[in-house]
């Protein structure tokens, strides 16, 4: 497994963007599909993006033209660019790693997970 730390939340204006980041630990990160999933109270944690170890991504439809998804192998990162934010984008996101190739969509297919980050979005 990999460890995984979250940053770059907050709070900002529906229509603002904000960066999220994902720093993982791990020798073998770069052969992992990573993913963002958000939760908001009350709710089961809901899939946003996710990024093949080979760089393929996928997105929530929700999101789909306004979020973007990369990763950055050398560094051991993973990003997710939140743009044109919603007050419904509100939630508490994480980062999510799996030991395999390719990208899921449900919690219960990744291993790894980190603490989350709040972004906040005011209408």
């Known amino acids: 497994q990999v460890q995984l730390v979250e940053s770059g939340g907050g709070l900002v204006q529906a229509g603002d963007s904000l960066r999220l980041s994902c720093a993982a630990s791990g020798r073998t990160f770069s052969s992992y599909a990573t993913g963002w999933f958000r939760r908001t109270p009350g709710k089961e944690r809901e899939f946003v993006a996710a990024?093949?170890?080979?760089?393929?991504?996928y997105y929530a439809d929700s999101v789909k033209g306004r979020f973007t998804i990369s990763r950055d192998n050398a560094k051991n990162m993973v990003y997710l660019q939140m743009n044109t934010l919603k007050p419904e984008d509100t939630a508490v996101y994480y980062c999510?790693?799996?030991?395999?190739?390719?990208?899921?969509?449900?919690?219960?297919?990744?291993?790894?997970w980190g603490q989350g980050t709040q972004v906040t979005v005011s209408s």
């Open positions: 999510a790693a799996r030991d395999r190739v390719n990208v899921a969509v449900t919690p219960a297919a990744f291993s790894s």
């Open positions: 990024i093949s170890s080979k760089g393929s991504t």
